[in-house]
């Protein structure tokens, strides 16, 4: 059962006066008992964000996805009764594959937190589905073409675009896109449901702020320069260096909500399990899901002070995801590589268990 305000009315109104900045500010989901989560309200993007200026970003216009424009969206069927696991399975070291995508565009568009709305956003460059855009739907997205190496991950990947002056840089080749198991019980994880989307980490966010990010794992590199915040003052001008960035999403689902007004509180990180060192996801979002984490690399190094994202300085780095794999062959690789205990490569073989075989063929499809 949900309980939240319908505010539908008043937010079409207000768009009808031109309102340019629409907030929500909480939801409550409950679910069969499990504690309520709290929401905070996602800093989302604005036009002409290359001044740093951002207003607060909700869904507020009716979608086939989100029939009613409150930016609540159902998952059918809604996943309850789950209790998040707390087993410590056999040691693996890794229980990963790798779901490496191009980059097909750049657009000032964002269909999670300005759905319907081309232009609204920031400048963003989009990887995966190469038809991404304000009015992309699950629907839309499902069977694309895209730049993934599995031709079944029709998902969407984006991020704030990056600038060096005027010029924008864009990464080159397949950027590494790992699916990893962020809980301890890594044979409790399960495939994404489709149409499932949020954003990591946020464009208001302050530096202090992205450092203790759950999320951060080694900021801003290159050479031999690590865990930057920001943008490093240069780097090494060699062929080899680029600047590079690694950050995680949150991998506990709440099992109700695909989408939520403010794009993040449908899904949580784990938690550490009380006397352990285990991780486990926390009782409001039982749902284990791969952890997502981008690994990006941007051809650009020497003298770095002119360097920036469309979001602002470098510590305003965030991502968005919107799920749109082929069910069956997402299962298969989440069976076999992270549920498995593996360290898989785009086609689900693992270089240190040749045995265990692979999940796609030569052509990244399933046999």
């Excluded at 679910?31 to 002409?48: E, R, T």
């Excluded at 029709?154 to 990464?171: C, E, H, R, V």
């Excluded at 506990?252 to 509180?265: A, I, M, Q, R």
């Excluded at 020497?302 to 299962?331: I, P």
């Amino acid at each position: 059962m949900r309980f939240r305000g319908r505010t539908l009315s008043a937010l079409l109104l207000a768009a009808a006066l031109g309102v340019s900045a629409l907030t929500v500010d909480a939801y409550t989901a409950v679910a069969d008992g499990a504690a309520p989560a709290p929401a905070s309200a996602h800093a989302g993007h604005a036009a002409g964000a290359s001044t740093g200026a951002h207003v607060m970003g909700a869904s507020a216009l009716p979608s086939a996805d989100d029939a009613d424009g409150d930016g609540y969206i159902p998952a059918v069927p809604q996943v309850t009764g789950v209790t998040p696991s707390d087993r410590t399975p056999a040691p693996a070291y890794h229980h990963e594959f790798q779901a490496n995508c191009s980059v097909t565009h750049t657009a000032p568009d964002d269909p999670i937190v300005y759905p319907g709305q081309p232009g609204a956003s920031h400048d963003h460059t989009f990887m995966g589905n190469t038809s991404t855009n304000a009015h992309s739907t699950t629907a839309s997205l499902t069977g694309g073409a895209t730049t993934c190496n599995a031709p079944a991950d029709s998902s969407a990947y984006w991020m704030p675009s990056l600038f060096k002056g005027d010029q924008k840089i864009l990464p080159v080749g397949p950027q590494v896109i790992y699916y990893k198991s962020g809980v301890t019980d890594y044979t409790s994880v399960r495939p994404f449901p489709k149409g499932l989307r949020f954003v990591v980490g946020s464009p208001m966010q302050s530096a202090q702020e992205f450092r203790g990010h759950k999320g951060f794992v080694e900021g801003w590199e290159c050479g031999d320069s690590f865990f930057n915040v920001d943008f490093p003052a240069s780097c090494p001008s060699r062929p080899d260096v680029q600047l590079n960035i690694r950050f995680q999403a949150p991998s506990c689902w709440n099992g109700l909500y695909l989408g939520t007004p403010d794009h993040k509180s449908h899904m949580a990180y784990p938690v550490v399990k009380p006397g352990t060192n285990d991780n486990m996801c926390p009782a409001s979002h039982p749902v284990a899901l791969p952890m997502i984490e981008f690994k990006m690399a941007f051809p650009v190094n020497g003298d770095m002070s002119q360097v920036r994202l469309s979001s602002g300085r470098g510590y305003s780095f965030h991502y968005d995801f919107f799920n749109a794999w082929e069910e069956r062959t997402l299962k298969a690789l989440v069976d076999h590589c992270i549920v498995g205990g593996l360290q898989c490569d785009t086609r689900g073989y693992d270089l240190y268990h040749p045995e265990r075989g692979t999940v796609l063929n030569a052509d990244h499809r399933l046999p």
